[in-house]
């Protein structure tokens, strides 16, 4: 189920980043970042709005639109990125962005990962101290689930809902930013 809701979100980025290729000629890059962002913001709304009963077609719809974000957004700065600079920089400027990207998704999946691991930590100190972050992981393994009493089985999942639902604030937080940032992409640019 996992790889079902990731994978939805590897198509959204694809199919978006052709579009976004067509609709910077047509509507230029800030148009395209903008509506890349608030795919990004709609797609963690989605996320924050996830229950338990959702089930995974919920998830897979926010994946779906957060990766549509993505593809909008990573084409159109690519592309506003290379505009900006002169012809013998390009290529600078486009590793310096990759960099940047890369750097920033080992950064965030760090901060994220700190954040999970804090939010259990806190729920399970409040409602039962002798759980730890690693017992989280017996929900993942059938046998493991199966020999887990109900009341113990129920603290974890509530808390890894609750840590997963922090998290996912989070990442709103930060949809929010890059889209009030990506309003301030100029809307017209010198000529190269």
């Known amino acids: 189920m996992a790889g079902f809701t990731?994978?939805?979100?590897?198509?959204?980025?694809?199919?978006?980043?052709?579009?976004?290729?067509?609709?910077?000629?047509?509507?230029g890059y800030r148009k395209t970042s903008i509506i890349g962002g608030a795919f990004l913001v709609l797609g963690s709304f989605a996320f924050i709005?996830?229950?338990?009963?959702?089930?995974?077609?919920?998830?897979?719809?926010?994946?779906f639109v957060v990766g549509a974000g993505m593809g909008f957004t990573s084409t159109a700065f690519i592309v506003s990125i290379q505009s900006t600079v002169v012809w013998q920089q390009r290529g600078i400027a486009t590793a310096a962005n990759m960099f940047m990207r890369n750097l920033g998704n080992t950064?965030?999946?760090?901060?994220?990962g700190g954040i999970l691991?804090?939010?259990?930590?806190?729920?399970?100190?409040?409602?039962?101290?002798?759980?730890?972050v690693e017992d989280a992981n017996k929900l993942l393994k059938l046998e493991e689930r199966k020999q887990l009493v109900d009341s113990v089985k129920s603290i974890l999942?509530?808390?890894l809902t609750f840590s997963l639902h922090s998290v996912y604030y989070?990442?709103?937080?930060?949809?929010?930013?890059?889209?009030?940032?990506i309003l301030f992409i100029p809307k017209k640019t010198r000529e190269t």
Request: aromatic share 6%; charged share 5%; glycine share 8%.
């Open 6 to 27: 990731l994978t939805t979100m590897s198509i959204g980025w694809p199919i978006a980043s052709t579009l976004s290729g067509k609709m910077l000629i047509s509507i």
């Open 49 to 63: 709005t996830m229950s338990a009963s959702s089930g995974p077609i919920w998830a897979a719809v926010g994946s």
């Open 107 to 112: 950064i965030g999946a760090a901060l994220l």
């Open 117 to 132: 691991n804090n939010r259990l930590v806190h729920y399970f100190s409040e409602n039962n101290q002798s759980l730890t």
């Open 157 to 159: 999942q509530e808390g």
């Open 170 to 181: 989070v990442v709103l937080t930060f949809a929010v930013i890059s889209l009030l940032l």
